[in-house]
T-cell receptor, first 108, second 114 residues
Framework: DAKTTQPTSMDCAEGRAANLPCNHSTISGNEYVYWYRQIHSQGPQYIIHGLKNNETNEMASLIITEDRKSSTLILPHATLRDTAVYYCIVENNNDMRFGAGTRLTVKP | DTGVSQDPRHKITKRGQNVTFRCDPISEHNRLYWYRQTLGQGPEFLTYFQNEAQLEKSRLLSDRFSAERPKGSFSTLEIQRTEQGDSAMYLC????????????FGPGTRLTVL
């Protein structure tokens, strides 16, 4: 079973920030939080991951709460091409269990 | 393009036939994973290899499913006696064994069993 809870769907206006939440209240101390996205009919694409600290790369920012029980993926300026299913995953020892993810729709 | 390739991209077969899919990982990656994804669901882990050793296969869906990675490079996933319920996307991913385990996915092979 997936160890994360995400909203089923979200909408975001083009050019605005998209904030995708994820709950992982049973996360263990050595488990990483990973985010992937999947555009229709393609393989999942790695976005970002983190353990305790907030992380930022060219695609997104990851904010992890101090107790590590939840996190937020931030796409700072969403474009239409960011429309996809976003998966939040807690990974430990090569075990990556995907849930159903959040379907993000970016609207013009 | 992540550098992970899969072949074929699409396969249509009749029930009862055997099918084999190939995955070529990123060249320096020593870990290789297979997943299955059905419509509306996230990918479901099947098995993984570290080099040529298959370290986890308990989650293969049945004994009709088998995977190999004979020389620690490319891998094949075989499904024997296919059933209509095997229709799905089969995804391959690879990673470099160094601390965290960021997996990079291929485009997948879509199997349709008639």
């Amino acid at each position: 079973d997936a160890k994360t809870t995400q909203p089923t769907s979200m909408d975001c206006a083009e050019g605005r920030a998209a904030n995708l939440p994820c709950n992982h209240s049973t996360i263990s101390g050595n488990e990483y939080v990973y985010w992937y996205r999947q555009i229709h009919s393609q393989g999942p694409q790695y976005i970002i991951h983190g353990l305790k600290n907030n992380e930022t790369n060219e695609m997104a920012s990851l904010i992890i709460t101090e107790d590590r029980k939840s996190s937020t993926l931030i796409l700072p300026h969403a474009t239409l091409r960011d429309t996809a299913v976003y998966y939040c995953i807690v990974e430990n020892n090569n075990d990556m269990r995907f849930g159903a993810g959040t379907r993000l729709t970016v609207k013009p | 393009d992540t550098g992970v390739s899969q072949d074929p991209r699409h396969k249509i077969t009749k029930r009862g036939q055997n099918v084999t899919f190939r995955c070529d990982p990123i060249s320096e990656h020593n870990r290789l994973y297979w997943y299955r994804q059905t419509l509306g669901q996230g990918p479901e882990f099947l098995t993984y290899f570290q080099n040529e050793a298959q370290l986890e296969k308990s989650r293969l869906l049945s004994d009709r499913f088998s995977a190999e990675r004979p020389k620690g490079s490319f891998s094949t996933l075989e499904i024997q006696r296919t059933e209509q319920g095997d229709s799905a996307m089969y995804l391959c991913a690879s990673s470099l064994d160094e601390g965290t385990d960021t997996q990079y996915f291929g485009p997948g092979t879509r199997l349709t069993v008639l």
